[in-house]
């Protein structure tokens, strides 16, 4: 993962968004789009993750967060390679100047990543203070214990509460809608503040475009 790219914000640095792509991207893909919604206050901060052999690719190699099955709610998550991405993505955020918005936010695989790495946020393990996550045709991994084990740690609801979270569920042939529902009324249902929209790939562009300079208040 030491492959990352980044785009300098070109107004006053208010905020700084690692951006994680989907699997079988490089960083470098995510650049264009997210450029493109015209926001100068905001670095923008684009790993690749590393090349691993996938399950559900046959074993295929390709870029990668982790190991991933068929994308169900009974499906395996790979925690060990989602707790390294955890601890490299915050190291991203480890020279940021601390009155810096932070964020996490990301597509598919990528979703996924980002909204683990907000559930670790509620639970204390990271300790970066993060403000919003997007996740774009994502889920979240351990979605089922989530809300009990909220209760583990001291803070953790009051952490949860402070996050923005947007996710987005599209025509996606991966991350099925219904699951991707399910996954933001457990987010929910455990105390963090979430608007789950469901729409096409250019309406979520554009609500970004209009709901990250709200939301970061840029």
């Known amino acids: 993962m030491n492959n990352v790219y980044i785009v300098e914000p070109i107004g006053v640095h208010k905020a700084t968004i690692v951006w994680l792509h ?93 909204l683990y790495f907000a559930s670790n946020y509620a639970f204390g393990r990271v300790t970066i203070n993060l403000k919003i996550v997007v996740g774009i045709n994502g889920w979240l991994p351990s979605w089922t214990t989530l809300r009990n084990n909220m209760y583990s740690a001291f803070g953790t609801f009051v952490r949860a509460g402070s996050l923005i979270l947007l996710t987005y569920g599209t025509s996606d042939d991966v991350a099925f809608s219904a699951f991707a529902r399910i996954c933001a009324d457990s987010l929910h249902l455990a105390g963090f503040p979430i608007i789950h929209k469901q729409c096409g790939g250019d309406h979520v562009m554009n609500d970004l475009r209009v709901a990250l300079p709200q939301y970061l208040r840029l």
Do not use: Y
């Open 22 to 114: 989907d699997i079988g991207l490089k960083g470098v893909d995510s650049v264009q789009p997210l450029q493109s919604l015209g926001l100068p206050n905001i670095k923008w901060i684009f790993p690749t993750a590393p090349t691993r052999r996938v399950t559900s690719l046959g074993g295929e190699e390709t870029t990668a967060w982790c190991d991933i099955t068929k994308v169900s709610e009974s499906m395996h998550h790979d925690f060990e390679a989602l707790d390294n991405v955890n601890s490299f993505v915050a190291g991203l955020f480890s020279s940021e100047p601390e009155h810096v918005i932070k964020g996490v936010g990301g597509v598919g695989l990528g979703a996924a990543q980002a």
